[in-house]
């Protein structure tokens, strides 16, 4: 698998959060919405976001460089005329494995002069404010010197930057407010606009045109893994064909997104016997307490607007090829935690994730050749497990 598929297969989800609170400083930031240019541009939807104003996480609002193992990388940002600069401040994700960088200004785009340098930690969002004399520059530049050897999230050959501002010499530009919308609050997905995802909203008005078009016996909400089970109809029928089902997922949803769509009507006017929930995969860069917290919002959300309904809470499914992936032994807590809420009777819980690895605990490419969306072959292994406990719940 190469590096762009690895990084394309988690970026559906889009491994981070929604939108955070940010002070508009005093002075004008000079970055804003210039263009720029990398010297290891990424093909993968991460190519956009680093003057956009935002400290979303999401592809599209956080930059990343491309799948190169080569360092150091370089990107400029053109401020398209000189200006007299004071502050250039960065960020950093939770995720990825970006490590020193280097800030050089230049006046004409061939001799730069270093501004400053940072370390930043890893599995932390963090920001830093270069400060120097006043220097007129026309481009600004980050070089990524190094990286951490440990992969958070992502290979370790991306290195991600949340966002560069610049700003003229005088008063200290305020801190930005870095960090996750928390994943037990509604959030909707936004596009790479700021705006509400278009696909995201186009999915959550089909499902509440789905809610008022018939009954539903059995509701399956989530992310992508779920959404795809509308690939494989002939054994989404088998199965469940005869219990009036419905499909809830959305590609890259995280537990955010699915409390957004409930306190906007997903659940309105309908009567499941068997909600199937799958969600937190697209969370993992976040601690695993968090991500707990996520999954225990949304089900207590659904027993609160579906008080007649009982939930299968499925144990979130393995993620990278090989059991030594850092995800795993973070989902092996997370499911821990998850069985908890198995109370016998209105929340069971169902943790299939041994059925889909090799006996080495890899993942073959037979059930999920992106070591994340099962194939035709990795949702049968689902149905069978699940039916079963299914069958049980939703027995009268």
């Known amino acids: 698998m190469t590096n762009r598929m690895l990084l394309a297969a988690v970026a559906f989800a889009s491994l981070m959060p929604a939108p955070v609170a940010f002070a508009a400083p005093a002075q004008a930031n000079l970055a804003l919405h210039k263009p720029f240019v990398s010297s290891d541009p990424n093909d993968a939807g991460w190519n956009q976001g ?46 990825g494995s970006t490590k020193t960088v280097e800030l050089s200004l230049s006046a004409d785009g061939t001799q730069y002069t270093k501004a400053g340098s940072y370390v930043f930690s890893q599995n932390k969002a963090e920001y830093h404010l270069f400060r120097f004399a006043p220097s007129t520059a026309q481009y600004i530049r980050l070089t990524y010197a190094d990286r951490y050897p440990d992969s958070v999230g992502y290979p370790s050959v991306f290195v991600f930057t949340t966002e560069v501002t610049a700003y003229a010499p005088g008063d200290v530009p305020p801190v930005p407010q870095i960090g996750p919308e928390p994943p037990d609050a509604a959030a ?137 992936d850092p995800a795993r032994a973070k989902i092996k807590d997370v499911n821990a935690a998850l069985a908890k809420l198995d109370d016998g009777t209105k929340t069971r819980f169902l943790d299939i994730g041994n059925k889909l690895l090799a006996p080495d605990g890899s993942i073959t490419k037979e059930i999920m050749p992106d070591a994340l969306h099962p194939t035709a072959q990795g949702y049968q292994i689902w149905a069978d497990a699940m039916q079963p406990l299914l069958e049980e719940m939703m027995k009268p």
Not at 216 to 229: A, Q
Not at 312 to 319: N, Q, S, T
């Open 50 to 95: 680093l003057t956009d104003g935002s400290w979303l996480f999401d592809a599209g609002k956080t930059f990343a460089m491309g799948g190169s193992d080569s360092f150091p990388k370089t990107v400029t940002i053109d401020l398209k005329a000189p200006a007299l600069l004071g502050y250039v401040g960065t960020a950093v994700p939770q995720f």
């Open 188 to 324: 909707p997905k936004f596009g790479s606009d700021g705006q509400i995802d278009p696909s995201f909203q186009e999915s959550h008005e089909s499902f509440l045109k789905r809610g008022k078009e018939g009954p539903i016996g059995v509701l399956f909400i989530g992310d992508s893994i779920t959404h795809r089970w509308l690939g494989v109809q002939d054994i989404w029928q088998k199965y469940y064909g005869q219990y009036d089902p419905a499909d809830f997922g959305i590609e890259g949803d995280r537990t955010e997104h699915v409390l957004w769509r409930f306190a906007n009507g997903e659940l309105d006017g309908i009567h499941p016997k068997v909600v199937v929930l799958l969600i937190g995969t697209n969370n993992i860069a976040l601690a695993a307490e968090d991500i707990i917290k996520g999954d225990t919002a949304v089900v207590s959300e659904i027993h609160r607007r579906l008080p007649d309904a009982k939930v299968l809470l499925m144990g979130i499914f393995p993620r990278g090829a090989d059991a030594s």
